[in-house]
């Protein structure tokens, strides 16, 4: 459970392609890392006039996109060699002291707001990629179970079982009864 799950990147129809119409061309944009871990770009540009069509154009871009994402360079660049995981390392005895990851899963936050009074546990993944579980609505487990099992899709982890979920979110809510009164919320 503790091993990172790797993502195969998600090569669409159009990934790192794009048109600029003013000019008549298609023209690519591939990522990939440098000798130092930075991130460049390869760009390449297809002329409408030069092969014939517009669709013959994007048909080039394409063969020269997926030849370009062959290369490791490249598919470091996309995400695929990133680990993504679940759990925090083991480093410490007990997770909930750690104030940055209460509760030892990767990705999962809660937040608290005053205005409307309440409370969300946050999931992220990847870059951008966020979604909110409303204590109020899901009642604390309900929201803090819902985005580990967000998290879980998005990472491709296997979901915890209920008992584990249920013994981190009590560990945490017994630490923050406090905080779950003042913001009107039941632990």
Known sequence: ?????KRAPRVHSFL???????????WCAVPWLDGHGRRRQ?????????????????????Q?????I????VRAAMGDRRPLMLYASDDQDDPAENTRNPFGLVGVTVTFRDKPLGGN????ANRGRKRWFSIRRYGGFGAFKRAVIQRCQWVGAPVPDDQELRQRYQHWANRNRHVLRRYGLDP
Do not use: C
Request: proline content about 4%; aromatic content about 16%.
């Open 1 to 5: 459970m503790n091993q990172p799950m």
């Open 16 to 26: 790192y392609i794009y048109r600029n119409h003013t000019g008549e061309f298609w």
């Open 42 to 62: 390869r760009r390449r540009s297809f002329r409408d006039r030069r092969y014939g069509s517009k669709a013959a154009a994007l048909e080039q871009a394409r």
């Open 64 to 68: 020269w996109r997926d030849q370009a």
């Open 70 to 73: 062959q290369d490791p360079a």
């Open 121 to 124: 546990f946050s999931v992220t």
